[in-house]
């Protein structure tokens, strides 16, 4: 009897080794609270902005002081500083904890594991001992966790952050509409070029490790010169004007395929295709400018094309007409296209005004 208790001990004993020793899941849960932040132990850190990111993040394990009792908020930080919150970050979320053991120089093991998982790739810096910039930081920082984990919550349009397009940097794109940068200003402006200060980091790093701190906010919609919301909605109203007079074109021209020439009908019909063309003529103008601005998205490119085909059969048919090249039967063909042309570019303009909104 004494062995097999002794035998089942054992079996107990490696057991409860064995889920000690089991790998964690990977996830946004890992991220636990490993130090305790004291009010008070930063002399510099009051109760400015960034304050409970400083202790959250401190608690967390992300970030230290720069000594015991300073954690420097406007100082900058180096590339390898980055690499380094970067591999931490990575290797919490997939492996639950971040057991580093540093060398010579002291950032070289956070540069092997970034290499290895994807962090970074070998030589992308010149030197790992500058300044990083907000561009920088948030490149590296983006691929610490799957993209996943950047769920949107804010509608920032293509174009939108006045000072980098969606095409240079699409990792920062993710972040605003994740609520991880919110921007320096009401415009959202990124400051790209900017070296990354301390505070901001700790705000950074712990809405990326707590998802609920995540900001929910909306930026000013003007890009470019150009109030995207604004041209959106007159570009909807001049739509909207140009399936109005398309329906009185309709009009008239059943009068004339009912009862024939007629003159004042004749001149309805023309003069109702003129404003039509006139009103999807605008609505191209106002869409044309958006594209311009926000480099080219192939949404709202869309939007302007359909509007510049419904210009293009309006004036097709106004010439026609005009030069008696055609009956009013061959006029009234072309009026699917031009409904078919105003509808899309209405349907694609809509949707470029919720996405703004």
Avoid at 52 to 66: I, M, T
Avoid at 223 to 230: H, Q
Avoid at 264 to 280: C, H, P, R, V
Wanted: hydrophobic letters at 40%; one cysteine or more; aromatic letters at 12%.
């Amino acid at each position: 009897m004494r062995k097999i208790v002794t035998t089942l001990l054992c079996v107990a004993l490696i057991a409860s080794l064995l889920t000690g020793f089991a790998m964690a899941a990977a996830g946004i849960g890992n991220f636990a609270r490993v130090n305790t932040y004291k009010a008070g132990m930063f002399t510099d850190v009051g109760t400015e902005w960034f304050a409970p990111n400083v202790k959250d993040a401190y608690e967390l394990g992300l970030v230290k002081g720069k000594s015991t009792n300073s954690f420097a908020p406007g100082d900058n930080i180096k590339l390898s500083e980055v690499v380094a919150l970067a591999s931490r970050i990575h290797s919490i979320y997939n492996n639950g904890s971040a057991n580093f053991t540093q060398g010579d120089p002291w950032y070289q093991v956070y540069y092997d594991y970034a290499v290895t998982n994807g962090i970074i790739t070998p030589g992308q810096y010149v030197s790992y001992e500058t300044n990083a910039t907000r561009d920088n930081f948030v490149r590296i920082l983006f691929n610490a966790m799957p993209k996943t984990e950047y769920t949107t919550k804010n509608n920032i349009a293509a174009g939108q952050i006045p000072d980098i397009s969606e095409y240079e940097n699409d990792q920062a794109y993710i972040f605003y509409r994740a609520g991880i940068l919110t921007g320096k200003d009401a415009k959202g402006s990124f400051f790209p070029s900017a070296n990354i200060q301390r505070s901001e980091v700790a705000a950074i790093v712990t809405r990326m490790a707590i998802p609920f701190q995540r900001q929910s906010f909306s930026l000013e919609t003007t890009v470019g010169g150009v109030n995207l919301k604004e041209n959106f909605y007159k570009a909807m109203e001049e739509l909207n004007k140009a399936a109005q007079y398309l329906i009185l074109a309709a009009d008239a021209a059943d009068y004339l395929l009912e009862h024939g020439n007629d003159a004042n009908k004749l001149e309805e019909l023309e003069d109702n295709l003129i404003e039509g063309a006139m009103s999807t003529a605008a609505a191209y103008d106002l869409l044309d400018e958006i594209y311009i601005a926000t480099n080219g998205k192939s949404e709202y490119a869309t939007a302007r094309d359909c509007a510049g085909k419904a210009r293009i059969y309006c004036y097709t048919a106004i010439t026609a007409l005009e030069n008696e090249l055609n009956t009013v039967d061959d006029i009234v063909a072309m009026f699917n296209s031009i409904a078919t042309s105003i509808r899309n570019a209405f349907e694609w303009t809509q949707k470029g005004y919720i996405s703004v909104s």
